[in-house]
Antibody, heavy 126, light 105 residues
Framework: EVQLVMSGGGLVQPGGSLRLSCGGS????????TTWVRQAPGKGLEWVAT????????WYVDSVKGRFTIARDTAENSVHLEMNSLRVEDTAVYFC???????????????????WGQGTSVTVSS | IQMTQSPSSLSASVGDRVSITCRAS??????VNWYQHIPGRAPILLIK???TLQTGVPSRFSGSGSGTQFTLTIRGVQPEDFATYYC?????????FGQGTKLEI
């Protein structure tokens, strides 16, 4: 069930830039970490980046470090993925997802991707 | 932490029982989630913390395992279950996915 709204994406030449956005409503989104996941054509799901709820810390897959930036806009209640120096291999459908927190029977916390955007296509081609 | 998922594809008939396995490269307790993905749709969380069924997911789905070996089982496959399934470790960032298992008719 899609509950996050995504925008951005499209066709861009190698070396170009794109900005993806992911928005949620109220506390559904603002108190949670957010993750970006992508699926290249014919490939599986790949974790791309995650940002803390307050935007103060982020992590990236090695292949996008230095090129992609994940950022949180608290005023807009949204998370953006700025993609620069795009490569053909960045072509994929990109999803944003809320990182929910689940406590198991032992009381231990678990990160789960419990709410997803509808996906947006990014094509890098000349 | 790497996740090795098997098989990469699986053929089944409606009503069959199928199992998918994920092996972690190091012990991760029960920090594994399972997702279902149908092309053109957003992925869906099925199982969290190794064995807890996500709210709204049919009870024919179940998860088991801890440490390094984890299993997703579907008892009585239904037509809407033909999709690709992924495990994901949530023990340590980055939360890597397994390679996926495509369940086909």
């Amino acid at each position: 069930e899609v509950q996050l709204v995504m925008s951005g994406g499209g066709l861009v030449q190698p070396g170009g830039s794109l900005r993806l956005s992911c928005g949620g409503s109220g506390s559904t989104f603002s108190r949670f970490w957010t993750t970006w996941v992508r699926q290249a054509p014919g490939k599986g799901l790949e974790w791309v980046a995650t940002i803390k709820y307050d935007g103060r810390e982020a992590w990236y897959v090695d292949s996008v470090k230095g090129r992609f930036t994940i950022a949180r806009d608290t005023a807009e209640n949204s998370v953006h993925l700025e993609m620069n120096s795009l490569r053909v291999e960045d072509t994929a459908v990109y999803f944003c997802a809320r990182v929910g927190l689940f406590y198991d029977f032992g009381g231990y916390p678990h990160d789960v991707l419990d709410m997803w955007g509808q996906g947006t296509s990014v094509t890098v081609s000349s | 932490i790497q996740m090795t998922q098997s098989p990469s594809s699986l053929s089944a008939s409606v009503g069959d029982r199928v199992s998918i396995t994920c092996r972690a490269s190091q012990t991760i307790d029960n920090h594994v989630n399972w997702y279902q993905h149908i092309p053109g749709r957003a992925p869906i969380l099925l199982i969290k913390a190794g064995s807890t069924l996500q709210t709204g997911v049919p009870s024919r789905f179940s998860g088991s395992g801890s440490g390094t070996q984890f299993t997703l089982t579907i008892r009585g496959v239904q037509p809407e279950d033909f999709a690709t399934y992924y495990c994901q470790q949530s023990y340590r960032t980055p939360h890597i996915f397994g390679q996926g298992t495509k369940l086909e008719i």
